[in-house]
């Protein structure tokens, strides 16, 4: 199952070792979320070769690790064949997923984004281990200024969610799905509605970040007091 | 009814950012913006049903039908922006991004800007909405009934329309309720 570190090249490069071992990062995440159960190592390569997610979410991290490149070694044919593919790519992955990563945010190795597309994502920062579920928009307010929000570790945010402005979600915070949130979430917390409240403090999202179920309502977090009255 | 070229100006003006619309800047525009490709070719579709009409230009449906329907399936189909011919959109209309964006049997006045994910008027209805000038609709929004909704409003992100709507109101929640009159949404619509 797991993958020795020798079979990769291995760069003198720092930047893009960082950027190779994030990749990998996200490949170890990927299997373990579509296939829990593990998986031979040809399975393993279709599947990643054939997920929408993983192809944005690579493409956004060479064109950051490609801007840090040219900004060391100006145009070389390196820079030019790496500029090229990432034309294409950033083509596949607009035409394929109609997603659009922006170039200017961190994003941490081991993360998921939905292979069902439609996600319009630029947050400052995402933390490792968060799951983006599919028609996800998260970026800017129209007329704010350009600060975007910051995803903590562990965020579980399910489909058609909204998270826009100057804002930061904490560690483990889960965002139900048709959450439409601008306001800050404290970490292990969990937000729902539209506009959004915090719903439940303190809930664990391990079962929930370990599959790509999204079942999740908000019926599951009914008040305390209502479930001790019945 | 504006003139052909008027209208793709205003179309491409809300994308210069107040830079002078030179040949240059309009095809960095039109390579950088989707949203500014799919709205030409729903422009080009609207130019081929004013030919229809007249005779002398029958000839010219020839070859535009086709590349009018490649190109739709194109732009539907990489983009996933619907912009259906049943819908009258004014002069100066801004797809802020791709992805999920349907426009179909309705009205839009002029200046209108919808974000991702946008659903104006619904293919099945009867009736669409009837959106004024100058309105900006967020992403994930739903504009769906027959209703109207007045000039210059703001829908914000992830809002359902459900009733009407007054001119220059500021929409938020689902069901969607007005939250303040007299918001000026020009501070947020892309300069033009």
């Known amino acids: 199952m797991s993958r020795t570190p020798g079979r990769w ?36 390569f279709f599947s990643c070769l054939s997920s929408r997610g993983l192809l944005v979410l690579e493409v956004q991290r060479l064109m950051r690790h490609y801007n840090a490149l040219r900004r060391q070694i100006g145009w070389t044919p390196r820079t030019l064949a790496l500029k090229l593919l990432l034309l294409l790519g950033r083509i596949m992955a607009i035409t394929l997923a109609k997603s659009d990563i922006s170039e200017t945010s961190t994003l941490d190795g081991g993360v998921y984004l939905s292979d069902h597309g439609y996600l319009i994502v630029g947050p400052r920062r995402l933390g490792r281990g968060s799951l983006i579920h599919q028609r996800v928009t998260i970026g800017a307010k129209a007329g704010g200024g350009p600060i975007k929000p910051v995803i903590g570790e562990n965020v579980w945010i399910g489909p058609d969610c909204i998270i826009y402005g100057q804002i930061e979600i904490g560690d483990g915070a889960t965002i139900l799905p048709g959450t439409v949130l601008s306001m800050n979430v404290p970490a292990h917390a969990v937000a729902a509605g539209n506009p959004a409240t915090i719903i439940a403090r303190e809930f664990d999202n391990a079962a929930l970040r370990q599959s790509l179920r999204t079942d999740i309502d908000r019926a599951q977090f009914a008040s305390p007091c209502i479930r001790s009255g019945t | 009814m504006h003139p052909f070229r008027d209208v793709i100006r205003a179309d491409f003006e809300r994308w210069l950012d107040g830079r002078p619309m030179t040949a240059r800047n309009s095809c960095s525009a039109l390579l950088r913006n989707q949203g500014l490709q799919a709205v030409l070719v729903y422009r080009f579709g609207r130019q081929l049903v004013w030919a229809k009409r007249r005779l002398w230009c029958w000839p010219l ?35 802020q991004h791709f992805g999920g964006v349907e426009v179909a049997n309705c009205r839009l006045g002029e200046g209108c800007t919808v974000g991702q994910q946008t659903k104006v008027g619904s293919k099945m209805a009867a009736e669409g909405p009837e959106v004024g000038d100058g309105v900006w609709i967020g992403g994930h929004a739903k504009v769906l009934g027959p209703v109207r909704v007045g000039d210059g409003a703001t829908i914000a992100p992830g809002a359902r329309v459900t009733k009407a709507i007054p001119a220059r109101a500021f929409v938020v929640g689902d069901p969607g309720r007005v939250v303040f009159r007299g918001y000026d949404n020009r501070q947020i619509q892309p300069k033009s």
């Open chain 1, 9 to 44: 090249v291995v760069s003198q490069n720092r930047n893009e070792r960082v950027a190779l071992s994030a990749i990998r990062e996200d490949i170890e995440f990927y299997i373990t979320l579509r296939h829990p159960g593990g998986c031979g190592s040809l399975r393993r």
């Open chain 2, 61 to 95: 449906l020839v070859p535009g039908v086709p590349l009018y329907l490649i190109a739709a399936a194109v732009i539907r189909g990489c983009y996933g922006i619907h912009l259906f011919q049943s819908a009258q959109i004014g002069p100066g209309f801004s797809v």
